[in-house]
C-alpha cells in the first residue's frame, strides 16, 4: 500500500484515477485472501484427503470459507508487499505411505495453485488492456475514459494487475522453507518430533519474523523475490506483446 500512496503525486491531476487505483488495489488484497487463498488451501486438503489422512476433511478444513483460511499475518503481507500466506495446512504424517515425498508434493501444490491462478488473473488484465500491460503509468489512460465508465474499467485493470503480483509473489514467498510457508510442510517430516511441536507452537512468531525479513529485505525494490517477479513479468509481457502483435 506505501506504494500506491507514493505514486499520488503522479495523479495530482487525475484525483478520480487515483481513487480508482487505490479501490482496485484494495480490491486485489480481498480477492487473494477470500478467494485465493482459501482455494490454495483447498488444493492441499484435497491431497492430504487422497494420501491418507481424512481428518482435515472430517473436521470441514477443506472449505472456502474464509474462517478457516485467513491468516492475519498473512493478510498484513498482501495490503503491505503485495505477497502473502494462507492458514496452515494441518496433516499427520504418520498416516501417509510416503510422509517425506507426500509432504514434499502437498507444498508444493499450494505453490503451484498460486502460479497457476497468477497466469489465469495474468492474462485476464493483458486481455483487458492490451497495450501497456505492465505500467499503471499516466500513459495508459489513453485507453480509458474521464467518467465513471472509465473509473471502474481503470479499477478492474488495477485489481487484476496487482492480484497477478501478488499471486505469483505469494508463490515465490512460499518456497521459503520455513514454517507455516508451503514448502515449511515439505521440511516438517525431516524434524525430530519434539522439534515439529515446537514449530506448531510458535508459529505465530514465526509468521512475524517472516513478515519482518519481507517487509525489509524480500518485497523491497531490489529484494530477491521483487526482483525475481519483476524478471518473471518481464517475461509474460513479452510473450503478451508477440501474443497480440505489439
Given at each position: 500500500m506505501y506504494r500506491i500512496v507514493q505514486l499520488y503525486e503522479a495523479y495530482t491531476d487525475l484525483p478520480h484515477f487515483y481513487v480508482a487505483l487505490v479501490i482496485g488495489f484494495i480490491l486485489s488484497s480481498v480477492i487473494f485472501n477470500f478467494l485465493i487463498n482459501p482455494l490454495h488451501n483447498y488444493v492441499k486438503y484435497t491431497l492430504i484427503?487422497?494420501?491418507?489422512?481424512?481428518?482435515?476433511?472430517?473436521?470441514?478444513?477443506?472449505?472456502?470459507?474464509?474462517r478457516y483460511n485467513l491468516h492475519l499475518v498473512g493478510v498484513l503481507l498482501s495490503l503491505f508487499l503485495n505477497m502473502g500466506f494462507a492458514a496452515p495446512s494441518y496433516f499427520d504424517t504418520h498416516e501417509f505411505k510416503k510422509p517425506r515425498l507426500y509432504s514434499f508434493v502437498i507444498a508444493i501444490s499450494g505453490v503451484l495453485t498460486y502460479l497457476c491462478c497468477f497466469g489465469v488473473v495474468y492474462f485476464s488484465c493483458a486481455s483487458l488492456m492490451q497495450n501497456n500491460v505492465l505500467d499503471l503509468g499516466l500513459n495508459s489512460f489513453w485507453t480509458v475514459n474521464n467518467?465513471?465508465?472509465?473509473?471502474?474499467?481503470?479499477?478492474?485493470?488495477?485489481?487484476?494487475?496487482?492480484?497477478?503480483?501478488?499471486?505469483?509473489?505469494?508463490?515465490?514467498?512460499?518456497?521459503?522453507?520455513?514454517?507455516?510457508?508451503?514448502?515449511?510442510?515439505?521440511?516438517?517430516?525431516?524434524?525430530?518430533?519434539?522439534?515439529?511441536?515446537?514449530?506448531?507452537?510458535?508459529?505465530?512468531?514465526?509468521?512475524?519474523?517472516?513478515?519482518?525479513?519481507?517487509?525489509f529485505l524480500l518485497g523491497q525494490t531490489g529484494g530477491v523475490i521483487s526482483n525475481t517477479s519483476s524478471s518473471i513479468m518481464d517475461i509474460f509481457d513479452s510473450a503478451v506483446r508477440v501474443l497480440y502483435g505489439k
Open positions: 484427503n487422497r494420501f491418507g489422512d481424512v481428518t482435515g476433511v472430517r473436521d470441514g478444513l477443506r472449505s472456502i470459507n474464509p467518467n465513471f465508465g472509465g473509473y471502474a474499467y481503470y479499477a478492474v485493470y488495477a485489481m487484476l494487475h496487482y492480484l497477478a503480483i501478488c499471486c505469483l509473489n505469494s508463490a515465490l514467498l512460499n518456497l521459503i522453507p520455513a514454517f507455516p510457508l508451503d514448502m515449511g510442510d515439505a521440511l516438517y517430516e525431516w524434524f525430530p518430533l519434539n522439534w515439529q511441536d515446537a514449530l506448531r507452537n510458535s508459529e505465530l512468531i514465526i509468521s512475524f519474523v517472516i513478515f519482518v525479513i519481507s517487509f
